[in-house]
Nanobody, 124 residues
Framework: QVQLVESGGGLVQAGGSLTLSCVGS????????MGWFRQAPGKEREFIAG????????YYADSVRGRFTISRDNAKNTVYLQMNSLKPEDTAVYYC?????????????????WGQGTQVTVSS
């Protein structure tokens, strides 16, 4: 079993930045590929970014590429999402997720464990 806890969400003006963190516990964190997703009211959960277990490979949705950066520190059991140039359309609940096997990073069904989410609100 893996527990994931996100933090770092909040209210920010358009053009601003936030860094989300996701701390994992209960299982060797370095054995999991990790992903960030978001879900806005009335919309499906959307893939944002993914990172391999070593951190050597990263993947991004077109909507955030060049603005968001995913990274991880396995020594701290933590994955980060640095978000720059935020837009009102980035407003959503952001979730981190862990995948223990082979996966398509963009598919929510590939992930075994999910955090509870953290709200990000971008005002115009």
């Amino acid at each position: 079993q893996v527990q994931l806890v996100e933090s770092g969400g909040g209210l920010v003006q358009a053009g601003g930045s936030l860094t989300l963190s996701c701390v994992g516990s209960g299982h060797p964190f370095s054995s999991f590929a990790m992903g960030w997703f978001r879900q806005a009211p009335g919309k499906e959960r959307e893939f944002i970014a993914g990172i391999s277990w070593s951190g050597g490979n990263t993947y991004y949705a077109d909507s955030v590429r060049g603005r968001f950066t995913i990274s991880r520190d396995n020594a701290k059991n933590t994955v980060y999402l640095q978000m720059n140039s935020l837009k009102p359309e980035d407003t959503a609940v952001y979730y981190c997720a862990a995948a223990g096997g082979s996966l398509y990073y963009s598919r929510p069904t590939s992930y075994n464990y999910w955090g509870q989410g953290t709200q990000v609100t971008v005002s115009s």
